[in-house]
Nanobody
């Protein structure tokens, strides 16, 4: 399996927004569920968004209403729109497409004044 490539991380002020992208390689991407995870220093990995092959999204309470996952199957890409970022959100964010691609390097999100 080819690793995904995450991008779009950076430094943003509290209350700001970022959009992360996850590009995958291969055919039949549209048939696979995709997930976004994050890992903050000293904390366990946390699932923050899931999107099924037919576009159904799910979120934990910690990000519900602030994060939106979407996908563009023509581009083999999954997105994570993050709004109203707060001090609980900084982490390395990873994309996972189980059974289709291997883990990438992640992208760092920092929330700072």
């Amino acid at each position: 399996q080819v690793p995904v490539v995450e991008s779009g991380g950076g430094v943003v002020q509290p209350g700001g927004s970022l959009r992360l992208s996850c590009a995958a390689s291969g055919s039949f991407f549209r048939f696979y569920t995709a997930n976004w995870y994050r890992r903050a220093p000293g904390k366990q990995r946390e699932l923050v968004a899931t999107i099924t092959s037919n576009g159904i999204a799910n979120y934990p309470d910690s990000v519900k209403g602030r994060f939106t996952i979407s996908r563009d199957n023509a581009k083999n890409t999954v997105y994570l729109q993050m709004n109203t970022l707060n001090p609980e959100d900084p982490a390395v964010y990873y994309c996972d497409v189980p059974g289709f691609a291997s883990w990438g390097q992640g992208t760092q999100v920092t929330v700072s004044l």
